[in-house]
C-alpha cells in the first residue's frame, strides 16, 4: 500500500477532503517528515505492524496526521531553538567498515571537532559498543549521518564476564584518543570498576576510583522474635495389635488448626522466642542507578560524574528541603596531573518527577555544567526531558559525609536554572515524529556558519520495537 493510498485513508477517515487541502503546502509536509526518517524506517515499521498481524494500521499514519493539523511552531526559548530530529528505526542495521550491526541502547554522544564525527555510546550489556557517524551538512543547511566505524570494548584477559556485572553509560573522549566510559552496576557485588579508561583500540587501559561514599555497604540486622506456634499432629491411629498410637502426619502452624478434632487430630500450644538475621544495604548506588552521567571540560583539566537517583543513605532529604525530589552527588575530579583525583562533591536535587533521574552532565567550566534530566511518567505513558545551568560555586562538598542528615540543615545544593524543557520544541518536531523519547545523551556539536554552537542529544530505545533512536540537534542562542 503507498504513501498515496495511505493519505487519502487518513483523509476519508478523519472526514477531510485531500482535494481542499494546499497540495504544495502538504507534499512539502509530508517531504519534511520522510527525510526526517534514517533509512528504510517506514518500511520496518510496516514489517514490525504487519508482523503483528496489525495489517489495518498505518506506518505513516502519524506523518501524514501532523501534516493535516500543522500547528505553527514559535521559538520562545531564550537560550535555544530547534534545528532538527534525525530518527531511527529499531530494527535498522548499519554498514560500517566492521561490518553490519544494529545500534541500540544509546547512552552517550561526544562530538569529534577533528573527524567531524559523533561517536555515540551503546551501553548493549556484555558487548557495549561505540558507534562513528560523519555529520555532513547538506545543500539545505541540514545535516546528515553517515555511518562510519563501529568499535566493541574488550573485557580484559581471563575476564570474559567482565561486562555482565556492567552497564556502560557515560562516555568523554580524550585529546590523545582515549576513551572513558561511566557505568552503572547491574550486581549487589560490593567493590567494582565503575570508570574505565580505554586507547582507541578498545582495550582497557587504566581505571578511575569512585569515592567511598558510592561503594556500596551493608550491615546484619539481628531482629528478635515471639510468637505462638501450634504443633499439629493429624491421621491418629491406634494399633490393635501394640496398642501404640501412630501418627500419620505432623507440622507446625502460626494459625489454629480449625478443623483439628481429636481423636484423629491433636495439637499443643507454645509460645517461642527467636532471633532472625537479614543483611542489608545502607550505602552506595542503587541497582540500575549508578553513574549514569560523565563529562570533560574542554581544557580537560575537570572531569564531572554523577549517580543517576539517590545514594542509599541519601534516599530522605526532607530534614531541610520538605520536598519529595530526589538528591544526587555530583563528583569533580582534578585531572591536571592526567590521573583524575576526586576534589569535590555536590548536592543536586532533581525535579518531582516520577522515574526522574540525572542522565547526564556537559561541563562548560569548574564550577559550570549543564544538567539534562529525564523522567517517565507510567501513568501518562510520558517522558518528560529538561536541561538546565547548574552552579556548584556556592554549593557544599559533601565528600565523606556518611548522609546529608548529619549536617543538620548547614548543606548548600547545587543552584539550577532551567534552560529549556523539549516539550517546547515538539511542535517544531518533524511531522510523524513529534513525540519525545528516552533521552540520555548530550553533547556540544558543530559550529554552525553564524558561530554559533550546536546541542546534539540522543535517545536511548531500550531495544524496544516500541520506541526509536533519535538524534536531536539544537542551535545555542546565546553564550551559557
Known amino acids: ?43 520496518l515499521e510496516t514489517q514490525v505492524l504487519n508482523k503483528n498481524f496489525n495489517h489495518n494500521k498505518n506506518s505513516y499514519y502519524y506523518l501524514i496526521e501532523d501534516c493535516l493539523d500543522r500547528n505553527e511552531y514559535k521559538n520562545e526559548n531564550e537560550y535555544f531553538s530547534y534545528l532538527q530530529d534525525i530518527n531511527i528505526h529499531s530494527n535498522e542495521a548499519f554498514q560500517t567498515k566492521e561490518g553490519q550491526s544494529q545500534m541500540y541502547g544509546l547512552s552517550a554522544v561526544r562530538y569529534d571537532k577533528e573527524k567531524k564525527s559523533l561517536v555515540i555510546l551503546s551501553d548493549s550489556r556484555h558487548t557495549p559498543k561505540l558507534f562513528q557517524f560523519k555529520l555532513k551538512q547538506q545543500k539545505n543547511k541540514s545535516f546528515s549521518i553517515i555511518p562510519e566505524t563501529t568499535l566493541s570494548l574488550k573485557a580484559p584477559k581471563g575476564k570474559q564476564d567482565y561486562f555482565s556485572a556492567l552497564d556502560p553509560e557515560g562516555l568523554i573522549l580524550m585529546s590523545n584518543g582515549d576513551l572513558v566510559i561511566s557505568s552503572e552496576q547491574k550486581t549487589d557485588k560490593k567493590k567494582l570498576e565503575l570508570i574505565l579508561r580505554y586507547n582507541s583500540e578498545g582495550d582497557l587501559i587504566d581505571t578511575i576510583d569512585v569515592p567511598e561514599d558510592f561503594e556500596q555497604k551493608s550491615e546484619t540486622i539481628k531482629e528478635d522474635h515471639k510468637d505462638t506456634f501450634y504443633y499439629v499432629e493429624d491421621n491418629i491411629s491406634f494399633n490393635k495389635t501394640t496398642g501404640k498410637r501412630q501418627v500419620g502426619s505432623s507440622y507446625r502452624s502460626t494459625q489454629k488448626p480449625w478443623n483439628c478434632k481429636r481423636p484423629r487430630c491433636d495439637y499443643k500450644k507454645k509460645t517461642e522466642k527467636y532471633t532472625t538475621t537479614r543483611v542489608i544495604n545502607n550505602q552506595g548506588m542503587s541497582y540500575n542507578k549508578g553513574l549514569e552521567s560523565l563529562g570533560m571540560t574542554e581544557d580537560e583539566q575537570y572531569i564531572f560524574t554523577a549517580n543517576e537517583s539517590s545514594l542509599i543513605q541519601d534516599k530522605d532529604n526532607s530534614y531541610k528541603f520538605n520536598r519529595r525530589e530526589e538528591s544526587v552527588r555530583i563528583v569533580r575530579y582534578d585531572n591536571s596531573s592526567n590521573k583524575p583525583v576526586a576534589n569535590g562533591q555536590f548536592l543536586y536535587l532533581l525535579e518531582d518527577e516520577e522515574d526522574n533521574g540525572l542522565v547526564d552532565i556537559l561541563p562548560i567550566s569548574d564550577t559550570k555544567i549543564l544538567t539534562l534530566e529525564r523522567s517517565y511518567n507510567q501513568f501518562k505513558k510520558k517522558i518528560t526531558a529538561r536541561i538546565f545551568l547548574t552552579d556548584l560555586a556556592n554549593a557544599t562538598d559533601v565528600a565523606g559525609v556518611r548522609n546529608i542528615h548529619e549536617s543538620k540543615g548547614n548543606i548548600q545544593e547545587a543552584n539550577k536554572t532551567q534552560l529549556i524543557d523539549l516539550d517546547d520544541i515538539l511542535p517544531a518536531m518533524s511531522p510523524g515524529f ?18 554559533s554552537k550546536t546541542l546534539v542529544l540522543v535517545s536511548d530505545n531500550n531495544n524496544s520495537l516500541s520506541q526509536r533512536t533519535i538524534v536531536l540537534m539544537l542551535k545555542v542562542k546565546k553564550p551559557l
Do not use: W
Not at 493510498?5 to 517531504?31: A, F, P, T, W
Not at 513529534?434 to 558561530?451: A, I, V
Open 1 to 43: 500500500m503507498g504513501l498515496n493510498s495511505h493519505l487519502l485513508g487518513v483523509c476519508v477517515e478523519r472526514g477531510r477532503d485531500i482535494m481542499g487541502s494546499n497540495q504544495k503546502e502538504l507534499r512539502s509536509c509530508i517531504d519534511k517528515g520522510l527525510n526526517a526518517a534514517y533509512g528504510s524506517y517506514f518500511d
Open 434 to 451: 513529534k513525540k519525545l523519547d528516552n533521552f540520555e545523551g548530550m553533547s556540544f556539536g558543530p559550529t554552525l556558519e553564524d558561530g
